[in-house]
């Protein structure tokens, strides 16, 4: 059996997993997306530049969400990499070796 068909034959066993890790992904940076676009309305600058308030909020609310953003990805990338613990260990007992298995993922 070729190195390319287990990978692929793999990658289809585990569609699911990946189909969950790309969503988590995709929703983590739609949601700093929307934050974005939501502090560079005009009406939400004009209200930063007349309350201090305001402004204040918005930046700590960036923060904030780049925090919770960075674990919720951090928290699905732990998660995908447990699951797949396995396959990892399958492919060290064929004879590859971490960097190679790392370039595969990658």
Known sequence: MKLRTLVFRTMLKNSQL????????LFSSG???????????????????ESVKAGAVFEVASYLLVAIVFFFV???????????S?????????GLSKPRIARMLF
């Open 18 to 25: 990946y189909s969950l890790y790309f969503f988590a992904l």
């Open 31 to 49: 949601l700093y997306f929307a934050f974005l676009t939501l502090a560079d309305n005009p009406s939400v600058i004009k209200m930063n530049s």
């Open 74 to 84: 951090l928290y699905a990338n732990q998660l995908f990499l447990k699951r797949r």
């Open 86 to 94: 396995k396959e990892f260990g399958l492919y060290q007992l064929i």
